[in-house]
T-cell receptor, first 113, second 116 residues
Framework: GENVEQHPSTLSVQEGDSAVIKCTYS??????FPWYKQELGKRPQLIID?????GEKKDQRIAVTLNKTAKHFSLHITETQPEDSAVYFC????????????FGSGTRLSIRP | SAVISQKPSRDICQRGTSLTIQCQVD?????MFWYRQQPGQSLTLIAT?????????ESGFVIDKFPISRPNLTFSTLTVSNMSPEDSSIYLC?????????????FGEGSRLTVL
């Protein structure tokens, strides 16, 4: 079955700097890679996703890149702000198979003022 | 999108007791998912609740410990039976979005259980 590894487990960056979180997956059949953000005490929420027919996707300050050959994908946050502090989870699945989604272990991102 | 209500939001339970968590969705959905999030950990799927059939459990989770009901297309319950301190976790109900939201999981607020 699918296995998703996520690094680092914790990340602290200065406000205004960039943050990068990396994930690898094992099942080459996976074709959908969402990222969820979970603020302290809140529910996880999707912030960006990418499908395997695309190499990069950007939404304002966040972007995700996908390397299918190497089976890894990354989340990039630029110009970090205090509200970016949260736990971020990557995930992999077959598109439209939410029952098969596998989450990474999470990255706790802290933004230093 | 989907709006999901879960209750209780939190509870403190005694060892050996059982607690039922309720999940209500604002639209009809085929599958509802139950996740467990242990302190500081990731999201682990417990089971998928299908209306009109038995729930499908993931490896490591059994029906006797986590019985699930799915009486209609907008409601489900998860019971945590014969609780021990190791069951202290956040339990989250989730559904997949439809239409343009296909693939996206929407979560309830979670039920934080502490077992003493």
């Amino acid at each position: 079955g699918e296995n998703v590894e996520q690094h680092p487990s914790t990340l602290s960056v200065q406000e205004g700097d960039s943050a990068v979180i990396k994930c690898t997956y094992s099942d080459s059949a996976s074709n959908y890679f969402p990222w969820y953000k979970q603020e302290l005490g809140k529910r996880p929420q999707l912030i960006i996703d990418i499908r395997s027919n695309v190499g990069e996707k950007k939404d304002q300050r966040i972007a995700v890149t996908l390397n299918k050959t190497a089976k890894h994908f990354s989340l990039h946050i630029t110009e970090t702000q205090p509200e970016d502090s949260a736990v971020y989870f990557c995930a992999a699945s077959l598109y439209s198979s939410a029952s098969k989604i596998i989450f990474g272990s999470g990255t706790r991102l802290s933004i230093r003022p | 999108s989907a709006v999901i209500s879960q209750k209780p939001s939190r509870d403190i339970c005694q060892r050996g007791t059982s607690l039922t968590i309720q999940c209500q969705v604002d639209s009809q959905v085929t599958m509802m998912f139950w996740y467990r999030q242990q302190p500081g950990q990731s999201l682990t799927l417990i089971a998928t609740a299908n209306q009109g059939s038995e729930a499908t459990y993931e490896s490591g989770f059994v029906i006797d410990k986590f019985p699930i009901s799915r009486p209609n297309l907008t409601f489900s319950t998860l019971t945590v039976s014969n609780m021990s301190p190791e069951d202290s976790s956040i339990y989250l109900c989730s559904v997949e979005g439809q239409g343009v939201y296909t693939g996206e999981l929407f979560f309830g607020e979670g039920s934080r259980l502490t077992v003493l």
